[in-house]
């Protein structure tokens, strides 16, 4: 009985070895998005072109801003007609609203003093952490075009609220669209 009891407990040892070794698998690797903070919130305010740990971003880069938006006072009306629209899944500006950015750009050449927030924002569809990601790469997208046009990147702050704070709550295709956008707004010291 006592060679039987030992190939036992070899077996069970042997059974558990590869369930123990089954069990442990490499993690999937990281992917670091600009901006996007471990608590799923990716809200720079004021590390625009870095990463959430402080990394510069591979997108966007250049210099970072040194301001906090939530300081400053918030002139949301001025550039509210310069609202760019993404298609679904996209954080590539569309070839219509060059213009708008255009404009955008003015906005800051002309008023040295002002700063920029850019908010990138999605529909309702995919995840939580895949839209505030999704957001936070279309607000780059919009800063980065900005910094192409000569505004200095250091002026531009860019936070994402993904699904939240729809522009139309409705659940249709068309509210979908409505809701996949870039809002600018202006900043000026307090």
Not at 108 to 125: F, H, I, M, N, Q
Not at 131 to 153: K, M
Request: charged residues 25%.
């Amino acid at each position: 009985m006592k060679p039987f009891k030992s190939k036992s407990l070899l077996v069970l040892g042997l059974a558990l070895s590869f369930v123990a070794a089954g069990c442990k698998h490499k993690p999937p690797p990281i992917t670091h998005f600009p901006n996007s903070g471990m608590n799923g919130s990716s809200d720079n305010l004021g590390n625009a072109g870095t990463l959430g740990n402080g990394e510069p971003s591979p997108m966007g880069g250049g210099a970072t801003a040194n301001f906090n938006p939530d300081d400053m006072n918030q002139d949301r009306a001025a550039l509210a007609p310069e609202t760019i629209y993404f298609d679904y899944d996209s954080s590539v500006i569309k070839s219509g609203d060059q213009s708008k950015l255009a404009a955008v750009a003015s906005a800051l050449t002309s008023d040295p003093s002002a700063k920029l927030l850019v908010e990138g924002y999605c529909d309702e569809r995919g995840t939580e952490e895949y839209n505030r990601s999704l957001g936070e790469r279309r607000a780059l997208a919009a800063r980065e075009a900005l910094a192409n046009a000569g505004v200095d990147a250091s002026r531009i702050a860019t936070r994402s609220y993904g699904e939240d704070r729809p522009a139309d709550p409705g659940h249709t295709a068309s509210a979908w669209a409505k809701n996949r956008r870039d809002e600018f707004v202006l900043l000026h010291p307090k």
